[in-house]
Nanobody, 124 residues
């Protein structure tokens, strides 16, 4: 199983960015998926997840600005990020869970597979 993120960049505050995570050896169509991020000197934190039946959950810091979705045709997970802030600067990771769940969690222990991470930098 391999998850590969793309779309990271250096952007300015207020800009938008879209991250993508493509899977090989694993089907994204009906599994719980999530995005995590790790800022310098901080623990990795879950920011958004998507249950098997496509119910999203967002942590307060990104709710209303970020949108998580899956593209079954491309076997990929997306994260649309709007109104980016300097504090969104981090390495972003996608994660996938084996099995079906109707309620996702943003806990690291819930996920079986991880991408290698991609840098998002928000700076003026």
């Amino acid at each position: 199983v391999q998850l590969v993120e793309s779309g990271g960049d250096l952007v300015q505050p207020g800009d938008s960015l879209r991250l993508s995570c493509v899977a090989s050896g694993f089907t994204f169509s009906s599994n719980a998926l999530a995005w995590f991020r790790q800022a310098p000197g901080k623990e990795r934190e879950g920011i958004a997840c998507l249950s098997s039946n496509n119910m999203p959950y967002y942590v307060p810091s990104v709710k209303g600005r970020f949108r998580i979705s899956r593209d079954k045709d491309k076997n990929s997970l997306l994260l649309e990020m709007n109104s980016l802030k300097i504090e969104d600067t981090a390495v972003y990771y996608c994660a996938a869970r084996e099995g079906v769940t109707t309620r996702c969690l943003v806990s690291r222990s819930e996920y079986d597979y991880w991408g290698q991470g991609i840098q998002v930098t928000v700076s003026s």
